[in-house]
């Protein structure tokens, strides 16, 4: 009986013997992490400085409460304006499993130590001044699920070994200085659900296996300089609703053929890239599609009618490309976009667009916010009926062939800021309802051929 409580006596004493040093390291870890934060305007650490405080009473840490009583488990001080660096302590509590220092103005380098952590599952660091490479020591944090780094000065590659993290959810490493290519090894990290890798200077081509990530829901990779062809991978996410590889240097054909396995995309953008071929019909088959933004490619042929049958389609971006229209048959396009009914912005600039303009342009959704067919070869007159899209804040139509009179109806596009008409041959009086659009802080009329004065009423715009 002695013996027992003896040996439970010596057990409890060497267990509290233990959490009493892990407490103390804990706290010491973390008196060091504030020993170099070297502003705190807010006074968010002010609870760190109180001694009868226990640490995990401290502001913006918490601690375990079971199995490992008072164990730091997260830290969590965003947007608190602190400044200074990382203490590489923080590796010293090995029961972190999150990291939160978001929004402040914290610099230096993101400390290799933390490869020892290996219970953390969220290291959120956006927006600081952090510099210096990504620690190829991260990927050994097996547990981490949300890794954002983004919004930084960091530089060098992504480390190879990201694949080791194939617990990741959500990988966010935007708007940072980093060059190098995608790590091939990408496509292991299986659970990915989301990944932003934008405004960097990554260069090499998209792994073709990223359809690998099956769970892939978002992929945002524009603002680099990638390049290549696009792999039929890319539309083979059955899980995607958002894609962007924008502002890149991919090129070729677009192998829309897998098209078919978009069942959840909303938005698509392929913009500003050397991009070719023609717009599939079947993009109709996209059925959630609210935006498509194929700007400033080399897309050519006609716009299919098909498009018109997305019942959500909000954004439709096609300027800049080589676009055809000429017959009433090529424009059939136009026609079908009327029952879009949330269509909001339809840019067809900058392409090889001649013929009539059909009516059917007054009768697109009471939505439309920015219509623009600037430099093409449009002729046909503005109709009336123009006047419906009180929420039209952009109406560019500058260098067509555009004829007769500017209708008065446009006096009611109340929310206008940008009317440009120059560089047409309309005629005809510039109608006094000009003056009604308050909002204009943008207008172009020169090179038509408007007769008569120029209404007094001018002088109240804001040219
Ligand atoms: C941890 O330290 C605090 C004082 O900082 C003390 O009150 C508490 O009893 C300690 N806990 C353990 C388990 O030693
Ligand atoms: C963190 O742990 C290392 C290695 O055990 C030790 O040398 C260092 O003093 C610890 N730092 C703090 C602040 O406790
Ligand atoms: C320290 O914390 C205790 C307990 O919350 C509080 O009563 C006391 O006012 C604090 N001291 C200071 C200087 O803030
Ligand atoms: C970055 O953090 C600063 C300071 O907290 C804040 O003012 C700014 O809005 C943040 N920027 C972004 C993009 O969140
Ligand atoms: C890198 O991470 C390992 C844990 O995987 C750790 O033991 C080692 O100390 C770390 N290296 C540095 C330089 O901190
Ligand atoms: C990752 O962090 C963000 C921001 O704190 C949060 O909204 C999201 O739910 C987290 N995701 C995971 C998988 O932890
Ligand atoms: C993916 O993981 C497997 C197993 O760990 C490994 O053999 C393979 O090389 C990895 N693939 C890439 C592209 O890194
Ligand atoms: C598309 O994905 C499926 C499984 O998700 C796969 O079987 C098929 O080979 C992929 N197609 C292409 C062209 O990659
Ligand atoms: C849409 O998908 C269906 C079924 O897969 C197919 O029969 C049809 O041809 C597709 N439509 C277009 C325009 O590609
Ligand atoms: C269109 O949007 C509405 C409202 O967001 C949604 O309920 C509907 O399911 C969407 N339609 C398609 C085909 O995705
Ligand atoms: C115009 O915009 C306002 C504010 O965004 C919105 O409430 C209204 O429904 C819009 N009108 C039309 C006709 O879309
Ligand atoms: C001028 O604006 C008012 C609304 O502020 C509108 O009722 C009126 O019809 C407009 N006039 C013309 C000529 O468009």
């Not at 991260?138 to 981490?144: E, G, R």
């Not at 996209?286 to 098909?306: D, I, M, W, Y």
């Amino acid at each position: 009986m002695t013996r027992i409580l003896i040996f439970l006596l010596l057990c409890c004493k060497a267990a509290l013997a233990a959490m009493e040093s892990s407490n103390t390291s804990d706290q010491a870890a973390l008196v060091s992490f504030r020993s170099v934060i070297s502003d705190d305007p807010l006074g968010a650490l002010a609870s760190w400085r109180n001694q009868s405080l226990h640490h995990c009473q401290w502001a913006g840490v918490s601690c375990s409460n079971r199995q490992h009583p008072q164990r730091v488990t997260s830290l969590i001080l965003d947007s608190l304006m602190l400044t200074g660096t990382l203490s590489p302590s923080l590796a010293n509590l090995t029961f972190l499993q999150t990291i939160i220092l978001s929004n402040n103005y914290i610099s230096g380098i993101v400390p290799p130590e933390f490869g020892g952590l290996l219970r953390l599952q969220t290291l959120i660091l956006s927006n600081n001044s952090l510099s210096g490479e990504i620690p190829p020591n991260i990927t050994s944090c097996v547990s981490l699920q949300n890794l954002s780094l983004d919004t930084n000065m960091l530089i060098g590659e992504i480390p190879a070994e990201l694949g080791k993290l194939v617990n990741l959810v959500r990988l966010r490493l935007y708007a940072n200085k980093l060059t190098g290519v995608i790590p091939a090894s990408i496509v292991n990290i299986t659970s990915l659900v989301s990944l932003d890798l934008s405004e960097n200077s990554l260069q090499g081509e998209i792994p073709d296996t990223i359809d690998k990530l099956a769970n892939l829901g978002f992929l945002q990779l524009s603002i680099n300089s990638l390049s290549g062809k696009l792999s039929s991978t890319l539309f083979n996410f059955s899980f995607a609703y958002y894609i962007d590889v924008g502002m890149n240097q991919l090129y070729g054909e677009v192998p829309w053929n897998m098209g078919t396995n978009l069942p959840r995309m909303r938005r698509l953008y392929l913009y500003s890239n050397q991009l070719e071929g023609s717009i599939p019909k079947w993009l109709s088959n996209v059925s959630r599609l609210e935006r498509l933004g194929l700007e400033e490619n080399q897309f050519k042929g006609v716009v299919p009618a098909e498009l018109g049958m997305l019942p959500n389609l909000s954004w439709l971006a096609l300027g800049n490309n080589q676009l055809v229209a000429q017959t009433t048959s090529d424009w059939a396009f136009l026609d079908a976009l009327t029952n879009c009914s949330n269509l909001q912005i339809l840019e067809l600039s900058d392409n090889l667009f001649k013929g009539l303009l059909p009516s059917s342009i007054a009768n697109l959704s009471t939505q439309m916010q920015w219509l623009s067919m600037e430099n093409n070869q449009i002729a046909g007159s503005i109709p009336e009926e123009m006047g419906r899209y009180i929420n039209l804040t952009v109406l560019l139509m500058h260098n067509n062939l555009v004829t007769g009179s500017i209708p008065s109806s446009i006096g009611r596009l109340q929310s206008l800021h940008r009317l440009s008409l120059s560089g047409n041959k309309f005629s005809g009086e510039i109608p006094s309802s000009l003056g009604n659009l308050t909002q204009l802080n943008e207008l172009s009329l020169g090179g038509n051929g408007f007769e008569g004065s120029i209404p007094g009423v001018w002088v109240t715009l804001r040219i």
